[in-house]
């Protein structure tokens, strides 16, 4: 797979995920217009990485009390451009999130100024990584790839694990943001709206792979969370997931090639 | 206690007079058409399609498409209930954006007849169907049955009670998925057939010893490892596992006349004026459609001359209890109930 092709999948994918994003209230009509607003959102990447620039340097002149370092957080949510890369690319929207809490950690628990630092440098990485991601989803977006999507939705087994997998990524992204209820809650219901809606004709492929993944969906992966493991470990388990629905998604494509014409 | 073989000859013994109220909806027989003998579709129509069936609608869908390429076919996905309430939304701000309603279960069905806005379909069509899945207003597509698996290393069919009801008293390790659409649709008909105290005292008395999963088929896998003995799920999950693991050691018993064997289908309103929507449901009760959903879904084909899935009784040989599917609207009793046995 090349690179257009992962950026078509994660951004026609993700724009499928628009609507429980503009559940939160956060979204606005700005992400319809991504073009019109590279801008905005290149200025807004450059004043997160002065603010978090300045909390740091704060921590590093003043220590803990001084620095604030809650402020994070509040910057993040101050943006437009937080809703475009929540619309258009969740996983590096993940690891913004945990960037952020690792900054606002290091400092919360007075690490060595070169631990801030470090975790100062993965979250400059993620933001021109995002921003990186919104241009493209931009430029798709010109050409109207991504409201086709949109109006579509799933409507094979097979478009039904890509969506399971965003979904699975949406969960990086809520536990990253330190909202493990919700990311639960999304575990749940992608078992039980999309899983559980294709797992009855891949148990006929692979009854040990559907064993394994009713296990990941609900014991594996609400322990992680409900355990409070860190966001690699969760991931490491969502992207353990993701591997298994690609081959589930495979044995899929397979019957459907094997399947009798309905008339 | 009272045990018995699973489906003994003579289980049909009485079925006729304990067929859902449907029946009485008498009509002349038509047997079921092929797809030869239909007009072809020409014109717009929007669906609203319930989410589930893991893409199988779509599949009969995209062939309708094929071979009527006059037809415009729209359709908007969703949750089979959320769907529902939007169409009743809709309704009573005037709006009908829908020309059909394909549900995955009968019970949003109902919303949308009790709510007036159901087409009434013709004789002929009502009368392709199996005597007790003519209904006025809406045409059952396919069935499924209410079941009891079993795992086959601890139990017999003759170990599982007759009666859902004389599970509670039994010693049997027992799963269920409470949370589950189906499930909670059983208890609706159990609410229906035993009234409310009996269902609140049996949901309490499982309460107490079920271990709860959150799907059906996860429930029916359990009981297959011989994590617990019995569960309670819709038919084609067992038949499926059984596909893809032909050693499972797990079958299907059925109790008799009770909740505990419902046959529950999904369905199709007609929305929209005119002959379009009227002859899209006639391809779905075509032998073809209904082959196709019996061998690629597992579900109960219910119109005459179309063999059942394999591995699953003729509904002949079950007896289903009298129950107006689209009563199973009403959930809202049936999770109070289900609340204040601790059971959600």
Same mark, same amino acid.
Not at chain 1, 5 to 29: C, E, F, K, N, R
Not at chain 2, 282 to 295: F, G, H, I, N, P
């Given at each position: ?263 | ?26 009509? &002349? ?63 009573? &701000? ?103 105290? &009996? ?48 050693? &499972? ?96």
């Amino acid at each position: 797979m090349n690179v257009h092709t992962i950026y078509i999948s994660l951004i026609l994918s993700a724009l499928l995920l628009t609507g429980q994003a503009q559940a939160t209230g956060t979204v606005g009509d700005h992400v319809n217009d991504l073009q019109g607003n590279l801008d905005n959102y290149t200025e807004e990447v450059h004043w997160i990485i002065d603010k978090v620039d300045g909390i740091v340097n704060t921590y590093q002149a003043r220590g803990r009390e001084a620095a604030g370092a809650d402020g994070v957080v509040d910057i993040w949510e101050a943006v437009d451009f937080h809703s475009a890369i929540e619309t258009n690319n969740v996983p590096i929207y993940a690891s913004i999130w945990q960037g952020l809490f690792g900054v606002k950690t290091a400092i919360d628990n007075q690490e060595h100024i070169e631990n801030v630092r470090e975790q100062q440098a993965m979250l400059e990485q993620s933001l021109w990584q995002a921003l990186g991601a919104v241009k493209m989803a931009a430029n798709y977006q010109q050409k109207g790839l991504l409201a086709t999507v949109e109006s579509t939705g799933a409507s094979t087994p097979v478009e039904t694990m890509d969506e399971i997998k965003q979904l699975l990524d949406r969960v990086v992204a809520k536990f990253a943001e330190w909202l493990p209820d919700e990311a639960t809650n999304i575990v749940h219901d992608t078992y039980l709206t999309r899983f559980e809606g294709v797992e009855g004709m891949l148990i006929e492929q692979d009854a040990a792979l559907v064993e394994d993944l009713e296990k990941d969906f609900n014991v594996t992966l609400p322990l992680a969370i409900k355990d409070n493991l860190s966001v690699d470990e969760v991931r490491g388990v969502v992207l353990a997931m993701q591997a298994k629905l690609d081959h589930a998604k495979s044995l899929l494509v397979e019957a459907e090639k094997n399947r009798q014409d309905v008339f | 206690m009272k045990r018995r073989s699973l489906l003994k000859a003579g289980a049909l013994a009485g079925t006729l007079s304990n067929l859902p109220p449907a029946i009485r909806y008498s009509l &002349a027989d038509t047997p079921a058409q092929s797809v030869e003998q239909l007009p072809p579709l020409e014109g717009e129509l929007t669906m609203y399609l319930g989410r589930g069936e893991g893409g199988l609608y779509e599949s009969i869908l995209d062939a309708i498409r094929k071979r009527n390429p006059g037809l415009e076919l729209g359709i908007r996905r969703g949750e089979t209930a959320a769907l529902g309430n939007t169409i009743v939304a809709e309704g009573k &701000a005037g709006i009908r954006r829908a020309d059909l309603f394909w549900a995955v279960d009968s019970g949003a069905i109902g919303l949308v007849d009790d709510a007036g806005l159901a087409r009434a379909l013709p004789k002929d069509l009502i009368g392709q169907l199996n005597p007790e899945f003519r209904y006025p207003h809406w045409a059952p597509v396919s069935g499924r049955i209410r079941t009891v698996p079993y795992n086959t290393e601890r139990l017999t069919a003759g170990d599982i009670p007759e009666q859902i009801m004389a599970l509670a008293d039994t010693d049997l390790k027992i799963g269920w998925a409470p949370a589950y659409g189906a499930f909670q649709s059983f208890v609706t008909a159990m609410r229906l057939l035993e009234g409310n105290d &009996a269902t609140i005292k049996w949901l309490h008395d499982m309460n107490s010893r079920a271990t709860s999963y959150a799907g059906e088929l996860g429930m029916v896998m359990a009981v297959e490892r011989g994590e617990v003995d019995v569960g309670f799920a819709n038919h084609y999950y067992t038949l499926r596992l059984k596909s893809g693991k032909p050693d &499972a050691r797990v079958d299907l018993a059925f109790t008799k006349n009770d909740a505990g064997c419902l046959v529950n289908a999904s369905g199709i309103v007609a929305l929209g004026d005119g002959d379009l929507p009227i002859n899209f449901i006639r391809y779905l009760l075509t032998r073809e459609v209904q082959s196709y959903l019996a061998r690629e879904a597992y579900e109960i084909p219910l119109v005459s001359g179309v063999e059942p899935p394999q591995g699953l009784p003729s509904l002949n040989d079950i007896s289903p209890p009298a129950v107006d599917l689209t009563r199973l609207a009403d959930l809202r009793p049936t999770l109070d109930l289900m609340r204040d046995a601790g059971v959600l």
